[in-house]
């Protein structure tokens, strides 16, 4: 363990109550001690849910660990069901309780509850929240699911199963909408979506679908791949992020399916995706080439940077990802952009890269939304973990057509209103448009505006040279998603150079050598 500030994952308890929470008529029996029932706060503050999760902790404190928490874990798992009388419980332990090695399985076991225990070892020590998520939706589907496949009818149309969304998913409920609505159109039935809206009842009919269609990897990959080996039931490869994603993913559901992918993809309204049209569009064109780095977990960072590069022609120069159990796909794809992936969850390291990176465009998490602020970068988050208002109350997915579109609004608008910030600077000296006139179509009785404040930059290393007063006024002129790099560029010259002072005559040297 490592002890931080930050963390991109939590334990993997965590990852088994959004599974638990995602689901219902499932309960949790969570040995845990006293505070940490602090995991609630992430689904009733961040997501926004109504409920509290379904989970019952034994919070146990200090004076009972000189007493018997076994019973202590026994009483409140028979208190849980005779409450709330669930189709299925699942018992584990925190990674606190886990030291006192109580077997909550065996413990739960002894009581011969009349509905199926799922037992849940899970070493906070050596994994972390998503493989947690996807262990434990993987207990529930060997324990519940059906050996065989049932037949499909003749006559009746392809099923599928959708696996991997979650409660507390970085847009997994909007996503689910949108993918539904491309399976109706195409002529595939939704047998059984899990864990999220399914229940255990549900589960023990996974097993009457032709495919299963996987839309996270990171929570349903193991499972998708026990009922392959299972049932003999294929699995979808694609994630359907991005208009050319989309299309492959239509097309290999498709084959899936027994259709004809070209007649699949008619029956498909294509309309609706309108970030194709403007990506290629003359009001676009000034974004090509713009530098992006990458960082999340392993399936939205991967698809983020085919999007940004194949859709919106930017230059990927950083992609990275928390998620080690997924380096090799990680690394593969950093290798077609030409660039090393970053696979790490040390945010300090991730920091150091994005300096290094000099990027124009950060599309991270939560914790690069801190990163490019303190940077003076412009961010959009693109993955958990999250804070509450990448919980929107509206309709933003960020896979099929529409998520594109969600996609193209929320990437580009940080580059816009820099280029709007860009200019207001550089009128700021203008005689009706300077920072001390009022707003022109106000009329000159209007208040006087706020200044336009100079976005930060980076802090300058130790052994940098001082820049002298009227050198900071020339590089405040430089336009913000430039400007790091200018002053980076800048302190590098002159520490090549043995100058202790940059004047403006340095900053201008430089600009001339590193133009050549």
């Not at 992918?261 to 974004?287: F, H, I, K, M, T």
Request: aromatic content about 8%; charged content about 20%.
């Amino acid at each position: 363990m490592q002890l931080t500030l930050w963390t991109y994952e939590g334990p993997p308890h965590v990852g088994a109550m959004r599974v638990a929470t995602g689901m219902h008529g499932l309960h949790y029996v969570l040995h845990a001690p006293q505070g940490d029932t602090y995991a609630d706060l992430l689904f009733t503050m961040i997501e926004r849910r109504s409920q509290r999760p379904p989970v019952t902790y034994t919070t146990f404190q200090a004076r009972d660990l000189g007493g018997d928490t076994a019973q202590l874990f026994k009483s409140a798992v028979q208190s849980a069901y005779d409450r709330f009388r669930p189709q299925a419980m699942l018992v584990g332990a925190s990674c606190t309780a886990e030291l006192i090695q109580d077997d909550p399985g065996g413990l739960a076991e002894a009581l011969a509850l009349p509905i199926p225990v799922v037992p849940l070892e899970l070493p906070a020590y050596q994994k972390k929240e998503n493989w947690g998520a996807a262990e434990t939706f993987y207990q529930l589907v060997r324990r519940l699911a059906p050996r065989t496949r049932t037949p499909r009818v003749a006559g009746a149309p392809p099923r599928c199963n959708i696996l991997g969304p979650t409660a507390l998913g970085f847009r997994h409920r909007d996503d689910l909408r949108e993918i539904r609505g491309l399976l109706d159109q195409m002529g595939v039935a939704v047998n059984v979506v899990a864990p999220l809206g399914a229940s255990p009842q549900d589960l023990t009919r996974l097993g009457e679908a032709d495919f299963n269609v996987l839309l996270y990897p990171e929570t349903a990959h193991t499972a998708a791949a026990w009922l392959q080996r299972t049932l003999d039931q294929p699995h979808t490869r694609t994630v359907p992020i991005g208009v050319q994603a989309t299309r492959a993913f239509i097309a290999e559901v498709a084959t899936l399916a027994g259709l004809d992918p070209q007649e699949a993809a008619a029956r498909v309204d294509v309309e609706q995706s309108r970030s194709g049209w403007y990506a290629a569009s003359v009001d676009s064109n000034y974004l090509t080439g713009k530098r992006v780095f990458v960082f999340g977990d392993a399936t939205h960072a991967i698809a983020a940077a085919r999007v940004a590069s194949r859709e919106f022609g930017f230059q990927v120069v950083g992609l990275g990802s928390y998620s080690r159990e997924f380096a090799r796909e990680l690394r593969a794809e950093a290798a077609l952009h030409g660039i090393e992936a970053l696979v790490c969850d040390d945010y300090l390291e991730v920091e150091a890269a994005i300096a290094a990176a000099t990027p124009e465009l950060v599309l991270g998490t939560q914790m690069e939304r801190h990163i490019a602020k303190r940077l003076g970068l412009p961010c959009a988050v693109i993955s958990a973990p999250m804070h509450v208002q990448d919980f929107p109350a509206r309709h933003a997915p960020q896979m099929g057509f529409e998520g594109a579109n969600v996609l193209f609004d929320t990437w580009v608008q940080p580059l816009m209103m820099g280029l709007e910030e860009h200019l207001l600077a550089m009128f700021k000296g203008d005689f009706e448009f300077n920072e001390d006139a009022a707003p022109s179509h106000l009329g000159h009785a209007a208040s006087r505006p706020e200044p336009v404040r100079a976005a930060p930059t980076a802090a300058a290393p130790a052994d940098a040279a001082q820049w002298a007063p009227e050198a900071q006024r020339e590089l405040d002129k430089v336009p913000f998603f430039v400007r790091g790099k200018a002053r980076r560029n800048t302190e590098r010259f002159a520490l090549d150079r043995g100058l202790s002072r940059i004047t403006i005559e340095t900053l201008y040297d430089a600009k001339a050598h590193f133009s050549r």
